[in-house]
């Protein structure tokens, strides 16, 4: 049984043909149109989502399956007290797959643990965000033909920021990337990232200033300040606006840079930027739906297992 918990749970051969199934599904979407007949997808939230949560339940439908689930904590027996674990073990019997978005880092590796069906983080807190990253990946090959030699520049919030982790790991893999990390001093990546990229020997520059590598970007991911991680509301207020991309600062950039943002934004793009041809982040959510439909049918498609017995392990 397959999971999707982090980034790189997927090889990189194995997200290359997640992105040719996509391409195959927006193709073709009517032969695709029945895959799904007879399964169930839970979609378990217990934090808010738009694209997220809507993108997996039109992917479902459009397969011909089906969804249960709740959008919020406060409409689920977790109001009650009921653990995550013993939500994915009763779920297990109603669906043939889950989606779990919640605000603890490492709850989805650990409902996987106890789930009788696959599992995929929809989100964890300030961790992981790997369906995301897929959706990414797709938008850069869209729109850039690879996945490589590319000068990476993610800008904003990269210490809460899961969608910049997922993604910087997953881009890692691939070989002569560079990567431009631009966020106030406070909110550069954890360290855990530094790691990565230094393990991969990858060229890796980081500024508070976004201003002087406009030039040499081929993708700009710009994030949200994530008001919903921060200790308290003072530190958020003083850096929500830290960067505004805006069209002077587009006009400092390449003709055929691509800028991206997981969405939802606030300020850190301003709206005379959308109809900026370079603007792809309202692409990025079309394809969001494409790749979660591959996914779907690549986790269903995998052979079914037992769990490892966690409560028996832990708890006894
Ligand atoms: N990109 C993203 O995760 O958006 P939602 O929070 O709306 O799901």
Redesign the pocket.
Known sequence: MRHLIESTDMSAQEVTDLIDLAIEIDANPQGYADRCKGKIMASLFYE??????LSFESAMLSLGGQVVGFASESSSSATKGESLADTIRVVSNYSDIAVIRHPKEGSALMASQFSLIPVINA?DGGHE?PT?TLTDLLTIYSVKGKLSELTIGFCGDLKFGR?VHSLIKALSRYADNRYVLVSPFELRPPDYIYTILRENKRKTVSDERLDDHMRDLDILYMTRVQRERFFNEEDYVRLKDSYILDTAKMRLAKPDMAVLH???RVNEIAPEVDKDPRAKYFEQVRYGKLIRMALIIKLLSAPVGRPIDAYDTQYR
């Open positions: 808010p989502s738009t694209r997220t949560r989100g965000h995301q969608t997981p969405l939802p």
